[in-house]
């Protein structure tokens, strides 16, 4: 298989892994602050990619490379965790996930800024229906709110910022490194976050509660990302990121079967729309 084709079925398993990231902080939120969550997200997965990165014996990242890890680090580590969870106070993560696929178009325009490609024409069109579809299937839903909402665009252009530049480095020091080194960065501003918001009752905390901390400290701030930015450094950050189009649509799927929030039957119309318009920017990226 060509490394383009490498490049996207990588950036697929991603895909896959952060779909459960919203459902997954709805339920972290609803008994843990969106602080501790995100502090204590970042923490655990820090010291997973220190073990990583000591065991396999990785060449630190050089000077040049501390804004950008430090742009990574804001964007994924920070940002991100931190608006969402904000946001998953005010909205359902039903509604939430739809925003997601705002994120692709965030994703190419922060590729040409900050990662110097340049998709054909009919890459943006094709990007830009999708955009479209996921956009008018979020408004059809409702359970937003104001607040809500602007947090989820907050938080997206974050993220769009995260993972380009992430992937603008992980070809040059590896995916699962960009990330490990990106938390590490991190680690003492979000080890101090994590302990002052520290529940004062462990006991009081429910097992749903826990369950979502965990997949979000291990699959959605760690594995996750190790695909993700193996697939955008391989297959070009602009085109496998409209793989992200797929993913406000697994993220219902599992926030109907987990947190039984209703899934509309126009989920199915609008996801084919979406896996077309994946097809097509694929294609002219």
Known sequence: MGTS??????????????????????????????????GGRAVIAAMLGAVFLVALRQAKPTRSDILPLGIVAIGVVIGFPLLTGLA???????????????????????????????????????????????????????????????????????????????????RRLGGWQVISWALLLALPVMAVIAVATMPANVAAVGWCAWTGFAYVSVFSMMLGFVFWYRGLALGGIAGVGQLQLLQPFLGLLLAGLVLGEPVAWTMIASTMIVILCVVGAKRFA
């Open 88 to 170: 998953l106070r005010h909205i359902t993560a039903a509604h939430s996930v739809v925003f997601i696929g705002l994120l692709p178009l965030a994703t190419a325009a922060f590729a040409v800024l900050r990662g110097g490609e340049r998709p054909r024409p009919a890459f943006w069109a094709f990007s830009g229906v999708g955009a479209a579809t996921v956009a008018g299937f979020a408004l059809g839903q409702g359970g937003g709110s104001l607040t809500g909402d602007l947090l989820m665009v907050a938080a997206i252009q974050l993220c769009g910022l995260g993972y380009a530049e992430g992937a603008t480095l992980s």
């Open 5 to 38: 084709g490498s490049g996207w079925i990588s950036g697929l398993l991603g895909v896959i892994i952060f779909s459960g990231s919203l459902p997954a902080t709805r339920l972290a939120v609803a008994d843990l602050t969106p602080l501790f969550v995100t």
